[in-house]
């Protein structure tokens, strides 16, 4: 089964960027459809931000024109570009299958905005 390795978080100001990667153990290929998950304490783990293998992307309505997602089949990597973060952003960050699957979910890496 694959596993996926999530890297990039860390402690960042309000209106300030972060670069999430994902970087899976095998190909990535043969999985249709990719995206970044998040869970902030108390709430439940949500979709932000998917891809197709054909690059077609579809986003939460709270990141849309702040968040890109990218892929490249060819690494098994799958990119989370974040701009002008807000707090309410604060998470920890997974990448999964979509509809996500219950073994594949790694460690995830923390994003936490704050002044």
């Known amino acids: 089964q694959v596993h996926f390795v999530e890297s990039g978080g860390g402690l960042v100001q309000p209106g300030g960027s972060l670069r999430l990667s994902c970087t899976a153990s095998?190909?990535?290929?043969?999985?249709?459809?990719m995206g970044w998950y998040r869970q902030a304490p108390g709430k439940q783990r949500e979709a932000v931000a998917t891809?197709?293998?054909?690059?077609?992307?579809n986003y939460a309505g709270s990141v849309k024109g702040r968040f890109t997602i990218s892929r490249d089949n060819a690494k098994n990597t799958v990119n989370l570009q974040m701009n002008n973060l807000k707090p309410e952003d604060t998470a920890v960050y997974y990448c999964?299958?979509?509809?996500?699957?219950?073994?594949?979910w790694g460690q995830g890496t923390q994003v936490t905005v704050s002044s």
């Open positions: 999964n299958d979509v509809p996500y699957r219950d073994d594949y």
């Open positions: 095998e190909t990535i290929f043969d999985i249709w459809r």
């Open positions: 891809i197709t293998r054909g690059g077609s992307t």
